[in-house]
């Protein structure tokens, strides 16, 4: 638990504030000219937001749940989606472990919701953050480009 004058408590304080600076706008630059995938896109970084903001507001215990629900949701419904569309890209094996090993990762994290770790809202932002930088702006982006080269996407 962070108790009001810990130092445990004042270093999350920090941690979260290098780590949060305000929602994520989403550019023109992120898009992958495939309507079905940016929508997907823009609904998982709706749900990072939705994560750095209930975390700032220093209730993430009380509301990630919500957010759990919604990764839940993106998970099942999106990420199949994309499996679908890139069942012809040369990588597709590998671009569906690493969709297999989000969902292991979010399982694990709703774990250790469950049985009470501290700090998890940090640990999923961090890694909600980094699938978003390195999964959706370059592994997708780069199956996608493919696609479109071929004209099958
Ligand atoms: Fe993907």
Redesign the pocket.
Known sequence: MCRPAGYICINKIIKEMVKYTGPIEWKEEYNVNNSVIDEHHKKFLEILNQLGEISSGGDCNNKISEVFFSLAHYAEHY?LR??II?KDYPGFAQ?KA??NKFMDVITRLHQDYKSGKDDICIDIYDYLNNWFES??LE??KE?VDYLNSKGIS
């Open positions: 990420l994309e499996e890139f671009h690493s969709h999964h959706i592994y997708d199956a």
